[in-house]
Every structure is written in structure tokens, then in C-alpha cells.
Antibody
Framework: QVQLVQSGSELKKPGASVKVSCKAS????????MNWVRQAPGQGPEWMGW????????TYAQGFTGRFVFSLDTSVSTAYLQINNLKAEDTAVYYC???????????WGQGTLVTVSS | DIVMTQSPDSLAVSLGERATINCKSS????????????LAWYQQKPGQPPRLLIY???TRGSGVPDRFSGGGSGTDFTLTISSLQAEDVAVYYC?????????FGQGTRLEIK
């Protein structure tokens, strides 16, 4: 069965960087695009963008350009989200999400809590 | 951006009764060439990721009980739970995937009365 397994919670100081991983199994990794979704405490999900798992080409939603980087390592079926120059407002749960049809998110990682605090 | 607005923000329904959640998009998500509404519904329980319930506005996701149904077209959509069960307590979100950025509603919290 399809599984997306994310790396564990992170506690970082403002200005630091964090890299979240999302390892896929149960399907051919390059078949489905990988999306990233942020959920701030008590808020609804917010789509951050996606990465084409065939070409590695990322697309970022407005508000997630500059400090956010999507990348892949197809040899280990893993997608990554890196956030640079962390700010307190980046505190949130970050999910990877994918599916057999564009932007219908059948599959979700369990989420990674990133806490930014001095 | 397409703004998704859900109503109500919270809802309390007795066990076994019907629950209806509304979702309105700021522009149509009906794609004329496919005649499909690019609208999905998700259920989220505390500490869990969202779970896909409905896509194409009315198609149930894999393993979703048939008490969940979706309806509507264009800009106005509904999620109906025909007979509320205790395990349905959750926050429900609609999502449009017609155009980027993909956007979600603010959520509707469903509780037992």
C-alpha cells in the first residue's frame, strides 16, 4: 500500500534552517507529483506548491518563494522540504501529499511539526 | 486566487441524524471541457493528516463509508453525512483544485449534540 513517511519533529531557533523528508513506498515514486502543505496551529491546510518527480522542477505558491526549497532524491524515493532563515511564523505542521490525479490528495504523510522559538 | 468559504464554522448534530456542510467558491470550479467540478472534501481528526473523502464533488474516496456524500456544482457544494456516527467527529475541509494556487476552506468543526 502507498505510504508517505516523514521525518520527526524539529525545534529550531530563528534564522536557522530545517530540512523535512518524505519517503514514499508502495508505488513508483516518479508516477505521482509531490505536494507540500502547511498547517499552522489551529488553522486550515495551506498549499505550498509541488515538485514534478520526473523532472525535479518545483513550483511554489505565492508566499512560499525565496526561503522554501523543494527537492528530490529519486534513488531513495524521497522528497525534501527545506526552509531557510526560519521565522516564528513558520511554526506549523508540514505535510507531504500526493495522489494518482493532479491535486487530489489521496495520500498524506503523517506530518512534521516544526517549531521555531528562541 | 479562488477563495473557499465554508458554513457553518461549527456544527453540533445528534447521533444518527443528518449533518450538512456547505462550501462556496469565489469562482466556478466546473471545468467545461470535462464537465467536472474540481472540488474535494477532507476529514481531519486531531493529530492526524487530512483524509480524502470526496473528489470531483461527488465521488467517494477509497474506503469511505456511503453515509458520506457530496453534491453541488459550479460555486456551491455540500457534504452530507446521512447518519452521524461518533467517529465522524472531526474538522471538515473543502478544497478546489481547478486552478493554482490550490485552496482550502477554513474548516467546519463537527461535534455530537
Amino acid at each position: 500500500q502507498v505510504q508517505l513517511v516523514q521525518s520527526g519533529s524539529e525545534l529550531k531557533k530563528p534564522g536557522a534552517s530545517v530540512k523535512v523528508s518524505c519517503k514514499a513506498s508502495g508505488y513508483t515514486f516518479t508516477t505521482y507529483a509531490m505536494n507540500w502543505v502547511r498547517q499552522a496551529p489551529g488553522q486550515g491546510p495551506e498549499w505550498m506548491g509541488w515538485i514534478n518527480t520526473n523532472t525535479g522542477n518545483p513550483t511554489y505558491a505565492q508566499g512560499f518563494t525565496g526561503r522554501f526549497v523543494f527537492s528530490l532524491d529519486t534513488s531513495v524515493s524521497t522528497a525534501y522540504l527545506q526552509i531557510n532563515n526560519l521565522k516564528a511564523e513558520d511554526t506549523a505542521v508540514y505535510y507531504c501529499a500526493s495522489g494518482s490525479t493532479w491535486s487530489i490528495f489521496d495520500y498524506w504523510g503523517q506530518g512534521t511539526l516544526v517549531t521555531v522559538s528562541s | 486566487d479562488i477563495v473557499m468559504t465554508q458554513s457553518p464554522d461549527s456544527l453540533a448534530v445528534s447521533l444518527g441524524e443528518r449533518a450538512t456542510i456547505n462550501c462556496k467558491s469565489s469562482q466556478s470550479v466546473l471545468y467545461s471541457s470535462t464537465n467536472k467540478n474540481y472540488l474535494a472534501w477532507y476529514q481531519q481528526k486531531p493529530g492526524q493528516p487530512p483524509r480524502l473523502l470526496i473528489y470531483w464533488a461527488s465521488t467517494r474516496g477509497s474506503g469511505v463509508p456511503d453515509r458520506f456524500s457530496g453534491g453541488g456544482s459550479g460555486t456551491d457544494f455540500t457534504l452530507t453525512i446521512s447518519s452521524l456516527q461518533a467517529e465522524d467527529v472531526a474538522v471538515y475541509y473543502c478544497q478546489q483544485y481547478d486552478t493554482t494556487p490550490i485552496t482550502f476552506g477554513q474548516g467546519t468543526r463537527l461535534e455530537i449534540k
